[in-house]
């Protein structure tokens, strides 16, 4: 079965500063998808990024990049220039037969 | 556009008390998903279904029981709450095995 790791629940960074959000995963399939989603206190989940596995590029949504080293099983998120409207919980997700979810990591922006 | 639709968004029960959720979505999605969480365990895969008339098992299937009579509505019955059901609850759907998750705003659910 496919698991997603989160090795950090909690995270902080200055305003303005870059954060980078850790997430490992282990599958034996060879084509799936991952993604990182942000929960704000409102609970509502919101998309921030998506990466298809066959793609060597990475993924780049405006101030959010992903590191995605597929060997490695390995995909980071990097949030730039860091604002007060980016603290919340922050889930990795795998999607090959099914949805699978990290535990989250909890960030903090400090103004 | 309303999407991913769940109710209630909130609800007490008594242990022994049954109820249902009641998830409905309007983007024409085939696959649809029930989740819960909790605390340090991110969303856990209750039941899911890949079409009207199918429902299928996740990873955290007992106590709990679905439908899917009609390919908009998913519904999340609990016949029996336990406290251990204490949890929020939350609906999504795709609109194929590739796509985006979209998801319902949550539903708490607090079993006493």
């Known amino acids: 079965a496919q698991t997603v790791t989160q090795s950090q629940p909690e995270m902080s960074v200055q305003e303005a500063e870059t954060v980078t959000l850790s997430c490992t995963y282990d599958?034996?399939?060879?084509?799936?998808?991952l993604f990182w989603y942000k929960q704000p206190p409102s609970r509502q989940m919101i998309l921030v990024i998506r990466?298809?596995?066959?793609?060597?590029q990475n993924a780049t949504e405006n101030r959010f990049s992903v590191n995605f080293q597929k060997a490695a099983k390995s995909f980071s998120l990097k949030i730039s220039d860091s604002q007060l409207g980016d603290a919340a919980m922050y889930f990795c997700a795998y999607y090959g037969q099914n949805f699978v979810f990290g535990p989250g990591t909890r960030l903090s922006v400090l103004p | 556009n309303a999407g991913v639709t769940q109710t209630p968004k909130f609800r007490v029960l008594k242990t022994g008390q049954s109820m249902t959720l009641l998830c409905a979505q309007d983007?024409?999605?085939?696959?649809m998903y029930w989740y819960r969480q909790d605390p340090g365990m991110g969303l856990r895969l209750i039941h899911y279904?890949?079409?009207?008339?199918?429902?299928a098992k996740g990873e955290v299937p007992d106590g709990y029981n679905v439908s899917r009579l009609k390919k908009q509505n998913f519904l999340l019955g609990l016949e029996s709450a336990a406290p251990s059901q204490t949890s929020v609850y939350f609906c999504?759907?795709?609109?194929?095995?590739?796509?985006?998750?979209?998801f319902g705003e949550g539903s708490r659910l607090t079993v006493l």
């Open positions: 983007m024409n999605h085939e696959y």
């Open positions: 999504a759907s795709i609109e194929d095995s590739h796509g985006e998750l979209f």
């Open positions: 279904s890949v079409g009207e008339g199918t429902t």
């Open positions: 599958t034996s399939e060879s084509d799936y998808y």
């Open positions: 990466q298809e596995a066959y793609k060597q």
